[in-house]
């Protein structure tokens, strides 16, 4: 039964088996008699109601009405695991003059590529790939300018992808080009979305 606990009783209820008077008997030698009669007790279970505790509040977070409300919210003082700064990085170096729905793409695809079979399946796997972003060097990735605003923003725009917490245009794209290119693979994609200087593709 929900909500409720079964125990038993603590006292427990005795009846007594009581014998008439004996004819001629004292009272005394009757009373030894009702003390040594069997005495049979019977347990029963005592249903006790609990209480339901009270539901935890859902706390809902703080609705923002732009990405750029959203950004100026996300903390980029605490610490980032390796991948999520490789993710922050790809943003940083690959779209940081780029307004925050084209930084919020970037991300985007990292993120889509980790969770796609024909890539690898971490952020920093896919931002090192060989011949995969112009700005890696040997597989290893530059180090930002931390003091900047531009990385400040980075890292806000990680959080933001990695947790989902705003619909990027790129949607489910898995590459993307600078508009002043024309790349031959772009030929056989179909385009999802154009955001500033870069092109999305699926």
Not at 20 to 32: I, R, V
Not at 62 to 79: F, G, I, N, P, Y
Request: overall charge negative.
């Amino acid at each position: 039964m929900t909500g409720a606990v079964a125990q038993d009783q603590a006292e427990p209820v005795a009846l007594e088996t009581v014998t008439p008077l004996a004819q001629g008997a004292s009272e005394d030698a009757q009373a030894a008699d009702v003390e040594a009669a069997p005495v049979r007790f019977v347990s029963s279970a005592v249903v006790q109601e609990i209480p339901e505790a009270p539901e935890e509040p859902v706390v809902e977070p703080q609705a923002s009405t732009s990405l750029r409300e959203l950004v100026s919210t996300v903390s980029s003082a605490e610490e980032m695991s390796t991948e999520l700064r490789c993710l922050a990085q790809a943003v940083y170096f690959e779209s940081r003059g780029e307004p925050l729905a084209g930084q919020l793409a970037v991300a985007r695809v990292v993120i889509n590529r980790s969770e796609s079979r024909l890539f690898p399946n971490d952020y920093c796997s896919v931002v090192t790939q060989r011949a995969q972003f112009s700005f890696v060097r040997a597989g290893r990735i530059p180090t930002p300018n931390a003091s900047s605003q531009a990385w400040r923003r980075a890292k806000a725009i990680a959080r933001i992808a990695h947790q989902e917490l705003w619909d990027s245009e790129a949607a489910d794209s898995l590459y993307f080009h600078a508009t002043h290119v024309s790349p031959r693979w772009a030929r056989a994609k179909a385009s999802v979305a154009r955001i500033d200087s870069h092109i999305f593709y699926r």
